[in-house]
């Protein structure tokens, strides 16, 4: 039977590693729930596990550019798993596509060393210039 219409897809994700390079890159779609949010943060937790840097010096692009608007029960979920005291200073380049998510981003990353930008490559730009260079 096809979907119903306006039906939302569920949220998952896809984490692939970058080890040579100390990069995360994530992918976000979908709507989440608090079960989907808690299996992320295990999930990107046992990502940084596998790379050599320590999770302060590690990178991350996280292209949520496919994420529906998501409830105020699960920005604060993501909030908290943005607050994780082991990746508080980890570097993340966002990837939103629209003001509504970027709207909600800037409500979850607070003051976090985090930008957010309109495509991958920016992110990735943005992450590999070494902060000095940044400010000039």
Same mark, same amino acid.
């Given at each position: 039977a096809?979907l119903?219409t306006?039906?939302?897809?569920?949220g /998952? *994700?896809?984490? %692939? $590693? %970058?080890? =040579?390079r100390?990069? #995360?890159r @994530? !992918? @976000?779609?979908? *709507?989440?729930t608090e079960? /989907? @949010?808690? &299996?992320?943060? +295990?999930?990107i937790v =046992? +990502?940084?596990?596998t #790379?050599?840097?320590?999770p302060?010096?590690?990178l991350m692009v996280? /292209?949520i550019s496919?994420?529906?608007s998501?409830?105020?029960?699960?920005?604060?979920a993501? &909030?908290?798993?943005m607050?994780d005291?082991?990746?508080?200073? !980890?570097r993340?380049? *966002? @990837?939103?596509?629209s003001?509504?998510? !970027?709207?909600? #981003?800037? &409500?979850?990353?607070?003051?976090r $060393?985090?930008?957010? *930008? =309109?495509s %991958? +490559?920016?992110?990735? &730009?943005?992450?590999f210039?070494?902060?000095?260079?940044r400010?000039?």
């Open positions: 096809p119903a306006g039906m939302v897809m569920s /998952d *994700f896809s984490i %692939e $590693t %970058e080890p =040579a100390g990069l #995360l @994530v !992918r @976000v779609w979908g *709507f989440f079960a /989907d @949010v808690i &299996r992320y943060h +295990a999930a =046992a +990502a940084s596990e #790379l050599p840097q320590a302060a010096a590690q996280n /292209d496919e994420m529906t998501q409830g105020q029960d699960i920005v604060a993501f &909030r908290q798993v607050s005291s082991r990746y508080v200073e !980890r993340v380049g *966002f @990837v939103a596509a003001s509504l998510a !970027r709207a909600q #981003l800037s &409500r979850i990353i607070g003051s $060393t985090a930008q957010i *930008f =309109a %991958e +490559a920016e992110a990735e &730009r943005w992450l210039t070494p902060p000095a260079a400010a000039a």
